[in-house]
């Protein structure tokens, strides 16, 4: 800090929201009207659990200001061909024109009917990952809700490159939609794949380094030395898409190699469905009357309701009951005298093959290895170890167990969360301190908070809210083009849901049809923000050639780039720096971001916008004007669809909802009601109180972190281990495709198990990509996979200069990643530009050769291969997204596929 | 005083280059000129590899290289220790840049943008001054001083703290005042291990690295460079590799070789125009060499306008001193020349000379560049510069009718001239292979070599040859034979400064085994080492497990008070006096004879009234006489080898062993060994104490113990290297005889993960231990013990501070006594080392005699043990020779002999009667590779020894592997006196 300001200099209080991880508050130093510096908030210090600081990505946000390929007027196409060799011909238009464009042909679709004759929308919307786009795009929410009916099915990445498994299953076990470790206290982490210190924003690289320092021990277990496996304790190279069997095989030690005292009982008796007694169709024997599951109680010997008062239910053993079963569609099983056993002991069974000998070949890894983990994890795990949090006495087990994607989606992502979160239940290491804790909610309601979202359910667990697979409610008729909900019943139906369900679906849609679902037409209008599916999603070739057919897009632009490459209309709206927005952070969410603070962050503008740029607000606000919706857009404001509800007890800020606001008396009124609601009513400070501050927070109390003290106050369970709910919903489901003729969801309704069945993906890739592409699997030897680069995702940065600059600081950006011993076998040297070949497609760039990766596996951090956005074009680096291929026969259950395909790689020219 | 310095925890950084940009942003640097940086290195081979994240940039150096070459003083140093740029005085030179052993130099010569066009913000804080002139990091000296204006604290106040520090996400970066002891940087050096980066070349970097624990303070683990690991051996390392300097280019070296040629020939032809005045015209040619290769300097330094800046610093820098020269020389050369004054000619010729030796030490003093930093570089310009200048000079003379006749002579003079030059850059490469230059630099060094041997040797000399035996054909033959010299002087120094310049990278390999071993070990369950107190501590601060860890075996009892310790000694000794007078008939006797009876002792100053016991008391009561135990409780003995006299018989009770046991895990742990080391003992096992004392004090603290003992050292060498063992248990002598084995294995155990040395058993100098360090790549611990007290495990050096060894004075008393009045002396003098057992149950020891001539210190350690400190002992009074009445220890040789230029470390003193008085003759050893004179080097050794010692002794120079190798305890002192007789 310089001892005397140059000239006009001032300092702007901001945040970067360029990943899930963030938000990160940040100062923006502007001197003479120009952003200079980023620096971190030190004003937050003491609220933010890293200290205020920012990371790398909020770095790049002056250079994505002032950037010269920004574009900066509207501007519409005037070539009518669309097509990645058309040029698209676009000119500058003035905003009265472009609004009108758009407006009119939204007014056009509303004249016509919000969905078209096959019941999908007329109009459908694309953002980037993780929601990022929201802490952006104003209040443009308000006008899609005002709008109806959107079709959001789109992927752009989502569903095949996000935590698929853990955001459904994580939300259906433990309201854990993202997961994470209780970094603070955990001692002993087994990492598959998760790339915290890539993806962990600030909070989980400070947290895991506070953590090394204090001796947490990290085993990050994946096939390449990523940054987060640089800094673990112990990196296990482990063969691609196995973690399953790792996990299955150190469930095996728990539960055939040790006494079953190390294990945590109480927990596993009274938390969870270990004991109920499971009858001879593998449903839970009921009582008769209450048709509550029953479970064996050890001092009386006789079979009980498993939430009779008293009882000390028995994990093991058979017994000879009466009861029922309630199987699909409310069908009853009545038994009379059937001898049965608990959960448990199916489980025990389940996994009695699956020793670290049988795993040893499938992972390639040594028994001894698996075995030594287990073990390590078991001593770390301090069962009956009790802390202190604000007074209450919780279970202390500081041992976890993280997933990365690719572990997380697509096959094995159910295997492998099941057993992540039913290990955690063996030793009592679930939402108590220490152990795995789930850190947003986003399926179930309300989405802001997780405690609240726990409701009693049916059998003791919590409420989940499935699709509806009964033959009533079935809905039999997909209301968007990924048929979600018809195909997908755990995927829920919240705003979010549209986005996880099999999003490829959609775009495969577009050039296949779907025995028995309504012909997928293009929407008439599409809107595109913050987003790139033409490189970002997989076979990037098939999207650019669905996305050239759609008749009218509009893409809010940032440069030009692969997708606005289509576009009808190009829309600029305001960068990070330059835009204005209240955003709430704090309490717990995504990865690591569970705060001992809640509150409210202001994106102040620091620059005004450059060019013709456009506050968001102001673009939504527009729309909504010019669609006849103002009414119903404001309305949707003052319900909070901005972030915060604009009215509450004491209070009362809402907008007249007729009128035509500026951008500024929204966010004002959005301020006075987060003043308020943060204290009750007391204070209603506005947006001059946020811009002299930046953020406004209250305490979050840390055992809110943890959803075991909420479990116990509803008396409730974790469903695990046994998934009876799955089982019969998978059941009815199989009914009503059946029933509708749809026999090409079998594989997956295969997946519907009361315990996962262990699956060869290894196998099922090759098999299947053999079949697809008639190919001979064996001239395919390497696995391709990719990895998160902190500096690059979700940030819509490929274009800055300085991102682009640090990022090849990192090894491997850029380049196909290689085994040195792999490479000198096939002649490939450092620096050689090679191929990369898929059954479907290819990519090239040059070949970095390291030890860090199993000889088996190529990696391409990143996604790359533009050939359109500016100065990313210039990269000539390598994407492994052209390569994979979107197949049926690779798409679980949960509408979900992963990122790993099989490749040959074939030299091009000697290095220069 | 300040000292403004930057620590960088490796165990925490992630390698996110936040650092980086924020660094970029807050100093507006241009795309690329990354101030501060962080290095992605991977080591090792799959699967077993190791990838770490390296903080990088200015070092802030105490003695900044960068500043000494500046010939313009715009490189400073401020009292508070920061290295600054003033960008009004620099050239551009760029000698800084090749002068820093960091890379952290940048010479921007015009704007760069992130795009092809300004940005706002670009231009807004575009800075002019900055082109053209070599920039780098400034600590963020505006932030300190104005924190330090403002009563602020830099390192803990973000608004006075370099940006680096302030942006670092991982809390990897800190910054502070090494120089306070209670600072936040001391603070992590105290607590951590620590290293510096090239700490080997001397410029006490203010930039460290912490990783693990250590209860000491900043450890000085400096490694050699890497470079030579880097191609062909068994381990592999990415992102540290040497790169070729970029900024002396063609340029650069045109000075360089304009120079040489033009001061030689200059040199030349001013001596010869005494007599052959027709020569001016030739001198005014080398004139023109010379400018002609300042005036490419000029075209290639960043702002030429500012070019006699360069003669601001001549103090200091060889730039400026070179600028002088040059200054004085042109005028006065020109005037000799125009006035074929002979004095003014001779003056003239000789400041040529000068001027070439100022460029030859230009190049010296580029520390960041390992063929040029070396002393061979010295000879090797100036000698290739007279060469250079003779082959012209003799290729001219031959054109001249007048002079052709007296060609011939000058003809021999560059026979003899080119020979020279051909001997030194022989010499110059061998020396630099032997220091460790970049692969790639001996590389492009080695691809010339041939050329330079065939163009600048043979051909010209055996052209000369053929020119004086064909006289009448001479002329041609002399102008071809001098342009073949010229030429390939001129080629050879392009190629050094051209293409043979690499830096010498980064060097952490060492580093990365000690950071990933340490990882891995982490939280191990059931190790006493990390202990923890967490069970139902109260949340709310910010952290809510509450962990104690610790690099002492037994804290309470290693840090206890002084007092605390003396009470205990009290106690303990009383408890010692009576079982050893009740249960040793020997000590009865002598306590009786003495009349002293442990009754009287009352306070430890009452010791000195008990009698000393002697190794021949041991002797005189062999073999159990001194137990103080029934035989029944007794359930180990060691003895030693009796060579001079019967063995001194020791024995242990259980109770004995697991003491030993536990001091000898205290002593591991001093030493810096944590469990889950692997260590290897190369001890020896059976009755001697080294082996297994070594043994299960290494199991006691948990460590993974290989028990190979002593010899098979080929084998050794192959387990280490297999097993990667992280600390080495041998004899000093020892431990150089499997570096010397590894060595021909072609095994380079300085890129093992060998980390600590534990070293005893027998004397050693200082110069014995950096000789070990540098072959083995550890850093080497001295361990002290005794048999006849307990074994190993006596005293240790602590490793954080190595300043004395730790005597566990909870177990023992330490005296320090006049060897010949055998009076007690105060704390501090230095005197015979005497010690009593204080829980020794089967043998209690009563004011032992050691023979070892040392002397204590009680003040406190900064490690924070308590116990007192016992210099290292390098001699024992019964080691102690006297040569022609000088008392010399054999220590003593050895400081001079290792280390020693051309010399191997191993060496023997045999002693002889030389008549009536003793002779000590010095064998030594050449080291691998000398081709110097022999003769000439046992003179050296004569005159060391003479001049150091004070004693005149015959040295005998023997080959390689003459001297017998160490198998475990080495053979130092060879006595013939007795077999003379």
Known sequence: MPSQPPHNERVVSTYCYQCVAGPDLLKVRVEDGIATEVTPNFDAATIHPAGGKACVKAFGLVQKAYNPNRILYPMKRTNPNKGRGDDPGFVRISWEEALSLVADKLNAVRAAGLTDETGYPRVAASFGGGGTPTAYMGTLPAFLAAWGPIDMSFGSGQGVKCYHSEHLYGELWHRGFTVSPDTPLCEYLVSFGANVEASGGVCGVKRHADARKRGMKRVQIEPHLSVTGACSAEWIPIKPKTDSAFLFAMIHVFLHEYPRDRLDLPFLKHRTSSPYLVGPNGLFMRDSSTRKPLVMDGPTGRAVPFDTAGIDPKLEGSFVVDGVEAGPDNEIISHHAVTVSPAFVHLVAHVKEHAPEWAEPICDVPAATIRRIANEFLDHARVGGTIQIEGVTLPLRPVSISLGKTVNNGWGGYECCWARTLIGCLVGALEVPGSTLGTTVRLNRPADNRWSSVKPGPDGFMQYPMNPTSKSEWISRPPVRSAHRTLVPLVADSAWSQALGPTHLAWMMQSEDFDKLPVASPPDVWFVYRTNPAISFWDTKAIGNAMAKFPFIVCFAYTRDETNHMADVLLPDCTDLEGLQLLRIGGTKYVEQFWDYQGFALRAPAVPPQGEAKDFTWIATELAYRTGLIEAYNSSINRGAAGVRLSGKNYDFSLAPEKKHDVETIWDASCRAASAEITDGAESQGLTWFHEHGFRVKPFPRLQWYLYPKLVQEGLRFEQPYQEQLYRVGKELGRRLHEQGINWWDKQLDEYQPLPKWHDLNTLWEVALAKHFSVCIADYPFWLITARSMQYSWGGNVGIQLIKEVADNVAGHGNVVMNHAAAERLGITDGELVEVRSPLNDTKGRVILCEGIRPDTLLMIGQFDHWATPFAKDFHAPSMNALVPMLLDLTDATGSSADLVKVKITRLETAA | MTRWAMVADLERCVGCQTCTAACRHANATSPAVQWRKVLDIEAGTYPNVSRIFVPVGCQHCADPPCMHVCPTTATRQRTDGIVTVDYDLCIGCAYCEVACPYQARFLVHEPHYGYDAAMPNEVERADPARFGVAQKCTFCSDRVDFGIENGLAPGVDPRATPACVNSCIADALHFGDVDDPNSNVSRLLREQRSFRMHAELKTDPGFHYVFGKANGQNSEASRPAIDAALAGSQLRARGVEPTQQQHWDWKAAGNFICGGIGSGLFAFTAVASLHYGELALLGWAALGFIALGLFLVLLKIGRPLRSIYVLRQPQRSWMAREAWIAAAFFPLAGLALWSQVPALLIVSAVVAVLFLCSQAAILKESKGIPAWRIVWILPLMIA????????????????????????????????????????????????????????????????????????????????????????????????????????????????????????????????????????????????????????????????????????????????????????????????????????????????????????????????????????????????????????????????????????????????????????????????????????????????????????????????????????????????????????????????????????????????????????????????????????????????????????????????????????????????????????????????????????????????????????????????????????????????????????????????????????????????????????????????????????????????????????TCKVVVKAEGEIPRSQGKAVRVVDRRHKAN
């Open chain 2, 384 to 951: 290739t510069g007279v060469a250079e200048g003779s082959g012209l000079f003799l290729a001219t003379i031959a054109q001249l009718s007048t002079l052709l006749p007296l060609a011939w002579a000058f003809a021999m003079v560059t026979i003899v001239l080119v020979l020279l030059r051909g001997w030194i850059w022989r010499s110059y490469l061998v020396a630099l292979a032997a220091e460790g230059a970049p692969t790639r630099t001996l590389a492009v060094l080695y691809e010339y070599r041939p050329w330079f041997f065939a163009v600048g040797l043979a051909l010209p000399l055996a052209l000369i040859i053929i020119g004086l035996v064909v006289i009448p054909a001479a002329a041609p033959l002399y102008v071809a034979a001098g342009l073949c010299v010229t030429a390939a002087g001129a080629v050879l120094k392009f190629i050094l400064v051209t293409r043979a310049g690499f830096n010498q990278g980064f060097a952490l390999t060492i580093h990365l085994c000690a950071v990933q071993a340490l990882q891995a070990r982490r939280s191990s369950p059931g190790g006493q080492f990390r202990k923890r107190k967490d069970e139902g501590v109260v949340m709310g601060t910010q952290t809510a497990t509450k962990t104690s860890e610790t690099f002492m075996f037994n804290p309470d009892l290693e840090t206890m008070s002084r007092q605390g310790l003396t009470a205990l000694q009290t106690a303990r000794l009383k408890q010692t006096l009576d079982r050893a007078y009740t249960n040793v008939p020997h000590y009865r006797k002598k306590f009786d004879a003495a009349g002293v009876s442990p009754a009287a002792f009352k306070s430890l100053p009452d010791i000195v009234h008990f009698p000393f016991t002697l190794k021949n008391d041991l002797r005189d009561n062999y073999p159990f006489g001194m137990f103080a135990v029934p035989h029944e409780q007794i359930l180990r003995i060691h003895a030693s080898s009796g060579t001079t006299g019967k063995p001194t018989v020791v024995g242990y009770t259980k109770g004995d062993l697991s003491t030993w046991a536990d001091l000898m895990a205290r002593c591991f742990a001093c030493a810096g060994t944590v469990p889950g080391d692997i260590v290897h003992n190369a001890y020896g096992y059976g009755l001697f104490t080294g082996g297994l004392g070594a043994h299960y004090g290494a199991e006691r603290l948990g460590c993974v113990v290989v028990p190979v003992s002593g010899g098979g050292t080929e084998r050794q060498v192959t387990l280490l290297t297999d097993f990667k063992a992280s600390v080495l248990c041998a004899t000093p002598s020892y431990a150089l005889n499997i570096a010397e084995v590894a060595q021909k294995m072609g095994v380079d155990l300085k890129q093992s993960c060998l980390r600590i040395g534990l070293f005893g058993a027998e004397p050693w100098s200082d110069a014995m231990r950096r000789d070990i360090e540098f072959r083995l790549g550890l850093k080497a611990v001295d361990v002290y013990g005794l048999s006849e007290i307990m074994g190993p495990g006596v005293a240790c050096e602590c490793h954080g501070v190595q300043s004395g060894l730790h005597g566990w004075e909870d177990h023992f008393l330490f005296e320090i006594i006049d060897p010949e009045t055998l009076q007690p002396l105060p704390m501090g003098a230095t005197g015979e080392l005497v010690v009593t057992t204080l829980t020794k149950e089967a043998q209690p020891m009563i004011r032992y005699r050691t023979r070892d001539i040392t002397r204590l210190s009680s003040a406190p350690c900064a490690c924070g043990r308590t116990h007192v400190r016992i210099l290292r002992v390098t001699g024992r009074n019964d080691d102690m020779l006297i040569i022609r009445g000088v008392n010399v220890y054999p220590s003593q040789v050895e400081a001079v002999l290792v280390g020693f230029p051309g010399l191997a470390p191993h060496y023997q003193i045999v002693l002889t009667r030389d008549g009536a008085l003793d002779a000590m003759t010095v064998e030594v050893e050449l080291a691998p590779g000398f081709t110097g004179d022999r003769f000439g080097k046992a003179d050296e050794v004569i005159h060391h020894i003479k001049s150091l010692i004070g004693v």
